[in-house]
């Protein structure tokens, strides 16, 4: 990577996280040594790049600071069209739609040559036969993720049993073909994943929830490291 592509990419990757980013991650996400990180750090400093931290605690670039466009390469416009047709073809219906034009946006700002590329990509994910069907409106519980409302599900466990559950819910994980929700539920108090291919109905409910410490997503992913959450 040269020089100054490198340099962007630090405050590409520091744009887009809230939390300090320590010099090894950056090491490593940029496959040079730290000692170079920092380097670069103070080079970006000197050049009145807003970057706020130290060796040993980390680096955060002030929030208001604006990275200019940068033109994508042929194997990132790979990906993001491998991507959106990834998300056509095992996403829902809304969250497909939203990739389509994702993409029809990236295109038209794009110069003839590289418009070509995305558009006529060599790479495809079709619909398969392994997709598994889901009842529920999955964009509904998409945005109740997004919006914080808690959900009252019917749920079919691998076992056969039935249950009805209130659970705040916290993610969604695709592990192809089957769909994961995970959330804190309260019927159980405490984390599970639910196939969404085994809720029968999906309530979203007025009530909102607040995080509350041992109940968030963050929390999850900390327990995760320790053990694995049970699928229902």
């Known amino acids: ?60 670039l ?36 939203s990739a389509r034009r994702a993409i029809d946006k990236i295109a038209a700002v794009l110069p003839d040559t590289l418009r070509q590329e995305i558009l006529q990509t060599a790479l495809f994910s079709p619909p398969s036969q392994a997709r598994l069907p889901i009842k529920i409106d999955s964009s509904a519980l998409r945005r109740a993720i997004r919006t914080k409302h808690k959900v009252e599900i019917d749920y079919e466990a691998l076992s056969g ?29 405490d984390f599970r994943n639910f196939r969404l291919d085994r809720i029968s109905r999906l309530v979203i409910s007025e009530q909102q929830f607040a995080d509350e410490k041992g109940k968030r997503l963050t929390d999850y992913k900390h327990d995760e490291e320790k053990k694995r959450t049970p699928v229902c």
Not at 11 to 19: D, H
Not at 50 to 57: Q, S, T
Not at 80 to 97: F, H, K, N, T, Y
């Open 1 to 60: 990577m040269r020089r100054a592509d490198r340099l962007f990419r630090i405050v590409e990757y520091l744009k887009a996280r809230r939390q300090a980013v320590t010099a090894d991650t950056l090491a490593t996400e940029l496959a040079v040594s730290v000692r170079t990180v920092y380097r670069d750090i103070a080079d970006l400093c000197r050049s009145n790049v807003p970057i706020l931290g130290e060796a040993g605690v980390g680096y955060v």
């Open 62 to 97: 002030d929030k208001d600071y604006t990275v200019r466009p940068l033109m994508f390469n042929v194997e990132e416009l790979d990906a993001l069209a491998l991507g959106a047709q990834m998300v056509g073809s095992w996403g829902d219906p809304d969250i497909a739609v």
């Open 161 to 189: 049993a039935k249950t009805t559950r209130i659970v705040r819910p916290l993610c969604l994980a695709f592990f192809g073909p089957v769909w994961l929700f995970t959330g804190w539920c309260e019927t159980r108090q």
